[in-house]
């Protein structure tokens, strides 16, 4: 690890004028540099010391000194970023580690369960998705999404329960998926997606919330669709983004996956360059494992009375909820508000749970550096790399699904993708709370389950005015009168929504 990445460094660029990120996204290509993440704000680059006066030489000048380290000993931290024998940050052993990592019969907390403590490699988390299976066969199935170009199988748990004795002919089953791991170093993305897997697996038949939305939909959890990337990371190189596939050029593997994809396609600026992180192929669907994924999908809906109705494609870093279109700033999608007033209320949902802010834009004008907040047309600048060919567009455009995001979870850029596993719960509780409320949203409660609040009430014993407005429909307005903590907060962040506006929602067409 010090050998590989003990003179590497991770730079924080700040761009204000136009002509720097022209200059910056041209270096980047010329010198084939890692870049981490970037917004409208800011680019985070990992290179190499010996690399830095090339690249400032390359900058123009005001640039060359607006930059900040994020990392002084990236070797360490990827090192600590690995698991220990040791789970807290006292270095004593784990008070857990009598449990192991599977759950119980009894009731454990998700989050004293150990399998969260730590992140865990593909090798633990094959078996823990069998036994997921195993001990919720009622309404867990683990199946396969595809073979991967090393041979690895793409695992996921189908998590839904279908009603029976129906004797008209059933509608196609209207199905989420959840999805991490396209870029095999976002470890918290794949900690995620098993974290509200568990979650909502563990809250059937307990939570009448939960109960309805496992009733009402199939979820689909992918904790990583790029597993040969994912063994790389543990194995030999825990900054590797692509996966393993073999490209023309022999010591240059892999492709972004998430570049891939068949929609808007846009592997032109890379073709020539192998060795680029964000390398599509040589055409769409040349990377194996997003092809596969495809073909699943496809067979899924024409075979097997599928509906897709959700896509939520979790990735680090930036904290970001990210909607349609990726490939072009200048094309708007037809669900624009739709889609950015279910964001919203995922946003809130995730404030709720740790304070957390997430900010909320378009894909494409959420990895553009642009003019400053608040004018009222904004200027596009060039982008540090192509954003067409994503999976969120094509689900979005080619599935139709019509409420697909990309979100980009913690950090900021304190540690990037290498996030102290102390941050998989508080992580996870953001997830499956942003989840719960896309759920919940897409039965059409708007992100509130209604019928709960009122069987809430009634078992409170509250009768009178109340009782009579409950014999009819219920609609969001009756709610208001419904003295829960739960409306109160929820209606009073209706209050403050202008307010919060300035961090949540962009509108910048």
């Known amino acids: 690890m010090l050998a590989r990445y003990g003179g590497d460094v991770v730079l924080r660029f700040r761009i204000h004028q136009k002509d720097e990120a022209k200059a910056l996204a041209e270096a980047v290509n010329v010198l084939f540099l890692d870049v981490w993440e970037f917004n409208t704000e800011w680019v985070d680059i990992r290179l190499a010391k010996d690399v830095m006066p090339s690249l400032l030489g390359l900058?123009?000048?005001?640039?060359?000194?607006?930059?900040?380290?994020?990392?002084?000993?990236?070797?360490?931290?990827?090192?600590?970023?690995?698991?220990?024998?040791?789970?807290?940050?006292?270095?004593?052993?784990?008070?857990?580690?009598?449990?192991?990592?599977?759950?119980?019969?009894?009731?454990?907390?998700?989050?004293?369960?150990?399998?969260?403590?730590?992140?865990?490699?593909?090798?633990?988390?094959?078996?823990?998705?069998?036994?997921?299976?195993?001990?919720?066969?009622?309404?867990?199935?683990?199946?396969?999404?595809?073979?991967?170009?090393?041979?690895?199988?793409?695992?996921?748990?189908?998590?839904?329960?279908?009603?029976?004795?129906?004797?008209?002919?059933?509608?196609?089953?209207?199905?989420?998926?959840?999805?991490?791991?396209?870029?095999?170093?976002?470890?918290i993305s794949t900690s995620s997606v098993t974290y509200v897997a568990?979650?909502?697996?563990?809250?059937?038949?307990?939570?009448?919330?939960?109960?309805?939305?496992?009733?009402?939909?199939?979820?689909?959890?992918?904790?990583?669709?790029?597993?040969?990337?994912?063994?790389?990371?543990?194995?030999?190189?825990?900054?590797?983004?692509?996966?393993?596939?073999?490209?023309?050029?022999?010591?240059?593997?892999?492709?972004?996956?998430?570049?891939?994809?068949?929609?808007?396609?846009?592997?032109?600026?890379?073709?020539?360059?192998?060795?680029?992180?964000?390398?599509?192929?040589?055409?769409?669907?040349?990377?194996?494992?997003?092809?596969?994924?495809?073909?699943?999908?496809?067979?899924?809906?024409?075979?097997?009375?599928?509906?897709?109705?959700?896509?939520?494609?979790?990735?680090?870093?930036?904290?970001?909820?990210?909607?349609?279109?990726?490939?072009?700033?200048?094309?708007?999608?037809?669900?624009?508000?739709?889609?950015?007033?279910?964001?919203?209320?995922?946003?809130?949902?995730?404030?709720?749970?740790?304070?957390?802010?997430?900010?909320?834009t378009s894909a494409c004008e959420g990895s553009v550096i642009g003019s400053k907040k608040g004018k009222k047309s904004q200027e596009i600048w060039p982008r540090i790399e192509t954003g067409g060919g994503s999976a969120l567009d094509w689900f979005y455009h080619e599935v139709n699904v019509t409420y697909a995001y990309q979100l980009k979870l913690r950090d900021t850029g304190g540690y990037g993708f290498l996030l102290p596993s102390k941050n998989i719960v508080p992580t996870g509780k953001e997830v499956f709370a942003a989840v719960t409320y896309f759920g919940n949203y897409l039965l059409g409660n708007k992100g509130i389950e209604v019928p709960d609040i009122v069987e809430e009430i009634s078992d409170q014993a509250v009768q009178g005015t109340i009782s009579s407005q409950v014999s009819r429909p219920v609609s969001l307005l009756d709610v208001e009168s419904f003295p829960t903590p739960m409306m109160t907060e929820i209606l009073d962040d209706e209050e403050d929504a202008p307010e919060d506006s300035s961090w949540e929602l962009r509108r910048k067409r």
């Open 198 to 360: 568990f979650s909502l697996i563990t809250e059937y038949g307990k939570s009448k919330q939960m109960t309805k939305l496992v009733e009402e939909f199939d979820w689909i959890f992918i904790p990583t669709l790029n597993p040969d990337g994912y063994v790389f990371t543990w194995e030999n190189d825990r900054l590797w983004r692509k996966n393993r596939q073999q490209t023309n050029l022999r010591f240059c593997k892999g492709l972004d996956l998430d570049r891939t994809y068949g929609f808007e396609w846009d592997g032109h600026a890379t073709k020539s360059n192998p060795c680029s992180e964000s390398f599509s192929g040589e055409g769409p669907f040349q990377g194996v494992e997003s092809s596969r994924f495809a073909n699943w999908v496809k067979n899924e809906t024409e075979q097997n009375n599928t509906k897709f109705v959700g896509f939520l494609d979790l990735h680090s870093y930036s904290q970001q909820i990210l909607y349609p279109y990726s490939y072009s700033c200048s094309s708007a999608p037809p669900s624009l508000e739709n889609l950015e007033e279910l964001a919203l209320g995922m946003a809130k949902a995730i404030r709720h749970v740790n304070g957390e802010k997430y900010e909320i």
């Open 59 to 187: 900058l123009p000048a005001s640039l060359s000194k607006s930059h900040t380290p994020l990392m002084h000993d990236l070797a360490q931290t990827i090192f600590e970023s690995y698991p220990s024998l040791y789970s807290d940050e006292s270095g004593q052993p784990s008070h857990h580690t009598h449990r192991g990592f599977t759950p119980s019969l009894q009731k454990t907390p998700v989050e004293t369960n150990i399998f969260f403590q730590q992140y865990q490699p593909l090798s633990v988390i094959q078996p823990w998705l069998r036994l997921m299976e195993s001990l919720f066969p009622t309404h867990v199935r683990l199946i396969d999404i595809g073979i991967t170009y090393e041979g690895r199988n793409i695992p996921a748990l189908r998590v839904g329960v279908h009603p029976k004795n129906v004797e008209k002919p059933m509608d196609p089953r209207k199905t989420i998926i959840v999805a991490g791991g396209s870029h095999a170093r976002e470890w």
